[in-house]
Nanobody, 130 residues
């Protein structure tokens, strides 16, 4: 069982930045793939970024590549999503999720399948105003 808690959401103007955090339960941190997903009202949930907890595999969706950056603090079992150059279309509920089998090749290639991630946090809202 993996438990995840997101934080760091908020409201910013276009071009602004936010850093989201995903705290992962300590006894299960290693060996996971931590993915970030988002869901805007009326739209399907989409994967945007993922990183293995050993840092060896990382991937981004085209929609955020060059603007969002993943990092982690292994001592705190936390993964961060630094979001810059935010746009109104980035407005969504953001979720982190864990695949306890590690990051698949699809994640590295920027494709994220919801079914691969079995554990989910409760989400944090990001709102970007124009």
């Amino acid at each position: 069982q993996v438990q995840l808690v997101e934080s760091g959401g908020g409201s910013v103007q276009t071009g602004g930045s936010l850093r989201l955090s995903c705290a992962v339960s300590a006894y299960t941190y290693s060996g996971n793939c931590i993915g970030w997903f988002r869901q805007a009202p009326g739209k399907e949930r989409e994967g945007i970024a993922g990183i293995s907890t050993d840092g060896q595999r990382i991937g981004y969706a085209d929609s955020v590549k060059g603007r969002f950056t993943l990092s982690q603090d292994n001592a705190k079992n936390t993964v961060f999503l630094q979001m810059t150059s935010l746009k109104p279309e980035d407005t969504a509920m953001y979720y982190c999720a864990a695949d306890d089998r590690g990051c698949s090749r699809s994640v590295v290639n920027g494709f994220f399948f919801l079914s691969e991630f079995r554990y989910w946090g409760q989400g944090t809202q990001v709102t970007v105003s124009s």
